[in-house]
């Protein structure tokens, strides 16, 4: 069974930057589709990034194009969304999420992933 679990979230201030994880288990990451997405309160859902799994190519949603990149280290089996320039509507709760048969050009319409973390929490303060 494949586990993700996300890490990485805290409280920052507006122009600060975070790094979330993704660490996989139970799959090879390469084998799967992983995409970040993130739910505000009151708010649905939101597609941020995705990596495709064949040859890593890589789609960000306009709202973090520039500001956010999704990366991954194949030896730890981890993803990670490195953020900068965070802004107040970046809050939320962040979702990673892993599905072999996924493809990207869908990540901002549609979340039947398979796998899904349990999220992390990331604050934009002053």
């Known amino acids: 069974q494949l586990q993700l679990v996300e890490s990485g979230g805290g409280l920052v201030r507006p122009g600060g930057s975070l790094r979330l994880s993704c660490a996989v288990s139970?799959?090879?990451?390469?084998?799967?589709?992983i995409a970040w997405f993130r739910q505000a309160p009151g708010k649905e859902r939101e597609g941020i990034s995705c990596m495709a799994k064949d040859y890593g190519t890589v789609y960000y949603a306009h709202s973090v194009e520039g500001r956010f990149a999704i990366s991954k280290d194949s030896a730890k089996n981890t993803v990670y969304l490195q953020m900068d320039d965070l802004q107040p509507e970046d809050t939320g709760v962040y979702y990673c999420a892993a599905d072999p048969d996924y493809y990207c050009t869908a990540f901002t319409t549609y979340f039947g992933m398979d796998y899904w973390g349990k999220g992390t929490q990331v604050t934009l303060s002053s």
């Open positions: 139970g799959a090879t990451l390469d084998s799967n589709t």
